[in-house]
């Protein structure tokens, strides 16, 4: 039997959940086209809101109820080719914040992540970008595109330089040229140092823009993702770090991304609790 619950994150009744009177904004964009190993990205904006469904709208950490804010849930984006789809992101994300709210992108692979940050960065004169990836991403083009989710810094990079990349733990020789070994933090660096949270805070503007591969968890926690990687971040570890940058800086918005769905409904519920608990943070 399908189902009756309402389609939206946090299965929330209208009154929290329309987009006049919504503060935050969930916009799904569910494309898969440039993976190189596995595939479904595309289902995980889904996959999410229906794990979401089952979550504690009360945050014990922060003592919140964000929910009360108001989130509202876009209609999915759906495109067949990479440049339509960062178009479409960017037109929507841009007409959210020109409304003035807080827009969640919810991937579909990495490459949603350009135009959502592209419409931010119009906004957000002085933004940083915190990116948190098992993978660089620093490629020039793979695979013979420009646009491959392997090559998303480098396209982010050409709307600012300023971002910090945390949990790195996988790349090729040819990226070493594009990173700037001063804002990246390999996820051996992290497992060796007690101050690398403040070290990562310390380094971002005030103003924040998050870009979260599913990835930079150890497999252990996600397996769920395309490209997984040993030796990732635990749950704590990520979430210490959001706190302290909620805590020092201005949370703009974020997106999700990357998770590919299984058979075990545990890693998409990670992520919905993730973005749960971001938005908390956010709105404290």
Not at 63 to 90: A, H, L, P
Not at 248 to 272: H, R
Request: glycine residues 4%; neutral net charge.
């Amino acid at each position: 039997m399908k189902s009756k619950l309402p389609h939206n994150f946090g299965c929330l009744p209208k009154k929290f959940s329309n987009y006049k009177n919504s503060s935050i904004v969930i916009l799904p964009v569910s494309f898969d086209k440039t993976s190189t190993w596995l595939k479904g990205s595309d289902k995980g904006p889904r996959a999410i809101i229906e794990a979401s469904k089952n979550l504690e709208l009360y945050d014990i950490e922060t003592r919140s109820e964000v929910y009360k804010k108001g989130i509202f849930t876009e209609k999915e984006i759906v495109s067949n080719s990479v440049q339509d789809m960062i178009n479409k992101t960017y037109r929507r994300v841009k007409r959210v914040l020109h409304d003035k709210k807080f827009a969640v992108v919810l991937g579909g692979e990495h490459t949603v992540s350009i135009g959502s940050i592209k419409a931010y960065a119009e906004f957000f004169k002085h933004m940083s970008i915190l990116h948190l990836d098992a993978h660089s991403d620093m490629r020039d083009s793979y695979e013979g595109s420009r646009y491959s989710h392997a090559c998303v810094m480098s396209r982010i990079k050409e709307v600012t330089e300023n971002f910090v990349s945390v949990g790195i733990r996988s790349m090729d020789s040819s990226e070493l040229k594009n990173i700037n070994e001063d804002s990246i933090f390999y996820a051996s660096h992290i497992y060796a140092s007690k101050d690398w949270i403040h070290e990562v805070t310390k380094k971002l503007s005030e103003n924040v823009y998050i870009t979260l591969d599913l990835d930079v968890f150890d497999p252990s926690v996600m397996p769920s993702t395309g490209t997984p990687e040993p030796g990732g971040l635990d749950w704590y570890q990520v979430v210490h770090l959001l706190e302290d940058v909620s805590k020092y800086k201005n949370i703009v918005g974020f997106d999700i991304v990357e998770l590919c769905p299984s058979l075990s409904k545990a890693p998409d519920f990670l992520a919905a609790k993730l973005i749960y608990k971001l938005l908390s943070l956010s709105f404290i």
